[in-house]
C-alpha cells in the first residue's frame, strides 16, 4: 500500500489536503503526522502550509523537522503545496527576512504593494483566485492536466529559484512568476491543488503514481 | 489577462439545512447543504459560502457536519461564517475543512479579534464581512455606516474607514454587503463596492441585491470587485453558475470557464 505522509507542522489546512488525496482513485493510506519515523517510512511525503514563513519555519524547527524534511526531500516522491513549497529555498523576505529549509536555491519574494497589470490597473495582493498555469517542462505530474488549467491560489510571496531548470509552470499577476517548481524526486506548487477542483485533483493522482524520477 | 474574478454562490444554513428555498429539479433534497454544494460545484462555482443562521448556539454544530461533509467531496475554497466569535469557533471551522471563516458582528464588538485571528491563523482565512447602509441626506456626498445583527443595528462607524481598518487589522478579503440592496434584486451599491475596493490592497466580494446576470458584470465592471456572492438567483434555478459565468466572459470578464 503507498503510504503517503502529510507533514503536520500546525499551519494549514491538512485536512483538505488528506481529503482531496483520499477522494483520489490510487489506493492510499494517508497520515497526516510530524513523527520523525512514520515520516522516514512513508512512499511519498507531502508538505503543506499556510501562514507566515516565519510561524511556519519555527513550528518545523521547534518540532525538529527541518533534518527529516531535508532527508526524504532527498529521495522519496515529494510534494511542497503554497508554504510548503516556499519553505523548501534558501530564504524567505517574509517577516523582515527568513532563513528557510535551503533544499532549493533561491528565494521568496513579496509581490509588493504597487502591483499592476499590463493596463497600469492596480492588481490586489494577496493573489487571490483562479489563475493560469503555464506548463514549462513535460513532466508526469502534468499528465492529462491541460496546458494553462487554472488552478485556486492565495498567496502574497512567490518564490524565484536561482536555477532556470527548476521551472516547471509559470504564471503571470502584474509579472511572470514561478508557480511550479520540479527538481529530481521533488515536485513544489504555489497553487493548492486541493482547492483546484478537477485539475487539482488530477495533480494529486499524478503524485500518487509517480515514481519520483524527473523523467516523463 | 491572468487571474479570474470569482462566483461565489452563498447558502444560508439554518439548522444544518439550506434555507431561502432552493429549487433544482434533478436534486434528491434541495434542502440538503451538501447537496446544494456538490450542485454548485459541478455548475463550476469558484468557491462555496456557507452563512450560519441557526438561532441557537446549541445547534451550531449541525454546521460544522455540514462543512465536513462538503469538504468531503467538493474540492473548491469554502468559506464559513456566522456565529464567529471567539479563536476557537474559528479553528473548529477550519479543521473541519472550511478554508476562511467571515467574521462580522464580532469584528464590531471587538476589532482586536479580527487582529488575533489573522496572526493566528493567517490574513489568507480571515475575511471581514461588512454590512453597510447609506445614511447621508439625498444633497450630501454618499456617505456609508455600517450596521449590525442583519441591519437592524447601527453602529455610528463609517464604512470606508471600518474597511481600511479591518485590512490593517489582518483581514486578508473583505465581504461587502449592502443593506439597502439586499433582498431588492436591484443589483449591487457599485459606489459602494468601487469606494471601498480602491481604498483597499486585498480582494473585495460585492454581495446583496443581484437581480440579474447584468448585475455580476456591473459588480466587477462598475464596483471594482473580484469576485461577486450571490444567492437567491442561484437557488430559484433562474440561472446557472455556467450561464453567470459565460455572460460575464462575453462581457470581456476574465472567468474561469472549463
Not at chain 2, 471551522?93 to 469584528?107: E, F, H, P, S
Amino acid at each position: 500500500m503507498n503510504t503517503i505522509a502529510i507533514i503536520d507542522y500546525g499551519m494549514g489546512n491538512l485536512h483538505s489536503v488528506a481529503k482531496a488525496i483520499e477522494h483520489s482513485s490510487v489506493a492510499s493510506k494517508v497520515i497526516v503526522t510530524h513523527d520523525r519515523k512514520t515520516i522516514l517510512s512513508a512512499d511519498r511525503i507531502v508538505l503543506p502550509g499556510v501562514g507566515a514563513m516565519r510561524d511556519c519555519m519555527g513550528e518545523i524547527k521547534r518540532l525538529e523537522l527541518d533534518d527529516v524534511i531535508r532527508e526524504v526531500a532527498q529521495n522519496k516522491p515529494f510534494l511542497g503545496v503554497c508554504v510548503g513549497m516556499q519553505a523548501l529555498l534558501d530564504s524567505s523576505t517574509e517577516n523582515e527576512g527568513v532563513e528557510c529549509l535551503g533544499i532549493l536555491p533561491g528565494h521568496v519574494e513579496f509581490f509588493g504593494n504597487q502591483l499592476v497589470d499590463e493596463n497600469n490597473e492596480r492588481l490586489k495582493v494577496p493573489h487571490m483566485g483562479w489563475n493560469k498555469v503555464t506548463q514549462k517542462i513535460e513532466h508526469a505530474l502534468w499528465k492529462d492536466i491541460p496546458q494553462d488549467a487554472r488552478f485556486y491560489f492565495v498567496h502574497s510571496y512567490y518564490v524565484s529559484p536561482s536555477d532556470d531548470n527548476h521551472e516547471a509552470a509559470s504564471t503571470s499577476y502584474g509579472h511572470t512568476f514561478t508557480s511550479a517548481v520540479a527538481h529530481e524526486n521533488i515536485f513544489a506548487v504555489q497553487f493548492h491543488p486541493e482547492k483546484s477542483q478537477h485539475a487539482g485533483l488530477k495533480l494529486y493522482e499524478n503524485f500518487l503514481r509517480w515514481d519520483g524520477h524527473a523523467d516523463v | 489577462m491572468g487571474l479570474a474574478k470569482r462566483i461565489i454562490p452563498c447558502l444560508d444554513v439554518d439548522n444544518g439545512r439550506v434555507v431561502k428555498g432552493v429549487k433544482f429539479v434533478d436534486i434528491r433534497d434541495a434542502g440538503n447543504p451538501v447537496d446544494v454544494a456538490r450542485r454548485y460545484d459541478e455548475e463550476g462555482a469558484d468557491e462555496l459560502t456557507f452563512l450560519d443562521i441557526t438561532a441557537s448556539s446549541d445547534n451550531r454544530a449541525t454546521i460544522i457536519h455540514v462543512v465536513e461533509e462538503v469538504a468531503g467531496s467538493v474540492f473548491i475554497p469554502l468559506t464559513v461564517g456566522g456565529g464567529i466569535r471567539k479563536v476557537e469557533d474559528i479553528r473548529r471551522m477550519l479543521n473541519a475543512g472550511a478554508d476562511k471563516v467571515a467574521i462580522n458582528t464580532a469584528a464590531v464588538s471587538n476589532p482586536e479579534f479580527v487582529k488575533q485571528a489573522a496572526e493566528k491563523f493567517g490574513s489568507q482565512c480571515i475575511v471581514v464581512a461588512i454590512d453597510a447602509k447609506r445614511v447621508n441626506a439625498p444633497d450630501e456626498p454618499l456617505r456609508w455606516e455600517i450596521f449590525t445583527h442583519g441591519g437592524r443595528k447601527e453602529t455610528g462607524i463609517d464604512a470606508i474607514q471600518w474597511a481600511i481598518k479591518m485590512v490593517d487589522y489582518g483581514a486578508g478579503e473583505l465581504l461587502v454587503t449592502s443593506m439597502d440592496r439586499d433582498g431588492t434584486k436591484s443589483g449591487f451599491d457599485n459606489e459602494l463596492n468601487r469606494t471601498i475596493s480602491d481604498s483597499v490592497s486585498v480582494p473585495v466580494i460585492a454581495s446583496g441585491g443581484v437581480g440579474n446576470l447584468d448585475h455580476l458584470v456591473d459588480g466587477v465592471k462598475e464596483g471594482h470587485c473580484d469576485a461577486v456572492l450571490a444567492a437567491s438567483i442561484f437557488h430559484f434555478a433562474e440561472y446557472s453558475i455556467g450561464e453567470a459565468k459565460q455572460h460575464m466572459a462575453d462581457h470581456g470578464i476574465e472567468m474561469r470557464i472549463d
